[in-house]
């Protein structure tokens, strides 16, 4: 009901998505005042899941110049590849998203943008890892 709660407009802007409907979710993004925790990837994905990829592809390409000179989230960076249908680059991103223990990898095992991946090897390595591992 507060609409400057920004937080709330992405998590209902990802739920719209999952829900196949990409048009609401970035009615939801787009209201924001601020970014929020892993908001950054939000309007790429969306981008990606509703078929237009030069959009998509743009958003990345942002990013990885905004990554030069701050700190950008490659577990972000690895959502949107996935959201691309980039399973090597997705998996890539995570492996540095673990390296440098990005906090959103709490976030692994349940995402659904990263349902492509799951089946892939280095995938599962990389889940196995942040079982056993102490946070």
Same mark, same amino acid.
């Given at each position: 009901?507060?609409?400057g &709660?920004?937080?709330?407009?992405? &998590?209902?802007g ?39 990829r030069?959009?998509?592809? #743009? ?26 249908? @980039?399973? @090597?680059? #997705?998996?890539?991103?995570? @492996?540095? #998203? ?21 089946? @892939? ?15």
């Amino acid at each position: 009901m507060d609409r400057g &709660l920004d937080h709330a407009r992405s &998590l209902l802007g990802r739920t719209y998505l999952r829900m196949g409907d990409p048009v609401r979710a970035m009615g939801e993004f787009e209201q924001r005042r601020a970014m929020t925790i892993g908001s950054s990837a939000d309007v790429p994905v969306a981008h990606a899941l509703a078929g237009r990829r030069k959009e998509a592809l #743009a958003g990345l390409q942002r990013l990885l110049d905004e990554a030069r000179d701050r700190y950008v989230s490659p577990y972000d960076i690895a959502t949107i590849y996935a959201a691309l249908d @980039e399973p @090597e680059a #997705a998996l890539g991103s995570l @492996e540095r #998203a673990l390296a440098l223990r990005d906090p959103m990898l709490h976030l692994l095992r349940v995402d659904p943008t990263l349902d492509g991946l799951r089946a @892939e090897p280095r995938f599962a390595a990389l889940a196995a890892w942040f079982s056993r591992s102490p946070s």
